[in-house]
């Protein structure tokens, strides 16, 4: 059998990385994390001031400081705070004058810290890193416990904040895979929709061109031959284009349920599913700036789609709450403002996946238009969607 030095190199590596790497990246904490985090540097930085043997006022000092900035270390560096803190118990016996009670070199302030500290290298490190933490935090206590039959009971104790941490980072990883999964399907769906939808505005055009390119010699019989062949070629040119866009509408609309045969609403529809969203009980207040009637068919009907997906988390987020909607259109620009005055902090558990999908779909919307979307809560509170839309 074959063996090669890739395992030992990889090993080597990983040790170098845990005795002189630099400790990062590092997977960016909550508050909940930091509060915690600060709770356990302040414990065990008071433990580590009265430990259970006696020790000089000026060696406590500086093992409870020394133990709080390990911890505090933790929500950057979690290498760094390791070797603080193993270095601190490799002085343990300089800073306490004997080792802790039963042998043990970990004194209580010093394990309460390794849990903070070992649990943020094994979330932000691989496994053969944690390896050889694993292993020189072993044997650093194997050089100073007093009973060596106690090792065991350390050993296990140093493994499972590191494959706490370890878990923790692979299931955060498998969350967030699964999110960029679930945020790269709805905008993928959600732009075959707006293909779809853009396909029968744009196939109406392209007939109605083929209408009038094959009517014309009928209308015009005083056409000179030229003419004609122009014309026809016209007609043959527009018929391809609309046999090409039914192909690729039927690749979009493979593998789903059912197809959409109702007429594509447009902005004119606007009012209509303003009163609808009023008559099921919604404070909603509407606003016309302009006259949409002459916007292009595209336009106006990613207009009512997104002033009906703004309705919708409005509803579903803030229930309750009065609801305006702005439409102005001016000279070559749309602007849409859909807003409430009273959202909840957040999103409920059962609906937020929706409200992302939601805005995911209004600046998809947007940006095939060529416009500007924006998002975000109001300083007087509540939610704002604002979306603008050239027309030039």
């Excluded at 790269?184 to 707006?194: F, G, T």
């Excluded at 293909?195 to 209408?211: P, T």
């Excluded at 919708?312 to 859909?338: K, T, Y």
Aim: charged share 20%; aromatic share 6%; glycine share 12%.
């Amino acid at each position: 059998m074959k063996i090669t030095s890739a395992p030992f190199v990889a090993a080597g590596r990983a040790l170098g990385e845990a005795v002189a790497g630099g400790g990062g990246p590092v997977v960016a904490p909550g508050r909940t994390h930091q509060a915690l985090t600060g709770l356990a540097a302040l414990v065990a930085g008071v433990l580590a001031f009265f430990p259970a043997d006696r020790a000089t006022e000026g060696a406590r000092v500086l093992a409870a400081a020394l133990t709080l900035f390990a911890v505090g270390l933790t929500l950057v560096r979690p290498l760094w705070s390791w070797r603080v803190l193993i270095v601190l118990v490799g002085c343990a016996d300089q800073l306490y004058g004997i080792h802790a009670r039963f042998g043990w070199p970990w004194t209580e302030g010093f394990a309460l810290a390794a849990i903070p500290v070992f649990a943020a290298v094994g979330r932000n490190h691989r496994p053969g890193v944690l390896a050889w933490v694993w292993l020189i935090s072993t044997g650093v206590s194997a050089l100073l416990a007093n009973v060596r039959g106690e090792l065991v009971v350390i050993s296990v104790l140093l493994a499972v904040p590191l494959a706490f941490g370890w878990l923790v980072s692979r299931l955060r990883g498998a969350e967030r895979d699964l999110e960029a999964e679930s945020t790269r399907r709805a905008v993928l769906e959600e732009r075959a929709r707006i293909a779809r939808e853009l396909h029968d505005v744009v196939a109406h055009h392209m007939s109605v061109l083929a209408m009038r390119a094959d009517s014309a010699r009928y209308r015009f019989p005083s056409l000179d031959d030229g003419l004609r062949e122009e014309f026809q070629s016209i007609q043959d040119t527009a018929r391809n284009g609309m046999t090409e866009m039914r192909r690729l509408l039927g690749l979009l609309r493979a593998g789903q349920a059912g197809q959409e045969t109702e007429p594509q609403p447009g902005a004119e529809q606007i009012e209509q599913l303003v009163e609808r969203v009023r008559a099921a009980g919604t404070d909603v207040r509407f606003e016309l700036r302009g006259d949409y009637r002459g916007l292009p068919e595209g336009v106006g009907l990613s207009a009512y789609r997104i002033v009906q997906e703004g309705l919708s988390n409005a509803v579903r987020h803030a229930p309750g709450a009065p609801v305006e909607v702005f439409v102005h259109v001016g000279p070559g620009e749309l602007r849409l403002v859909v807003q409430d005055t009273g959202a909840v902090a957040r999103a409920p558990e059962d609906t937020a996946g929706r409200a992302k999908h939601g805005l995911l779909g209004m600046r998809e919307r947007a940006a095939a238009l060529g416009g500007t979307f924006s998002a975000e809560r109001r300083d007087g509170g509540g939610f704002a969607v604002v979306v603008t839309v050239p027309l030039d």
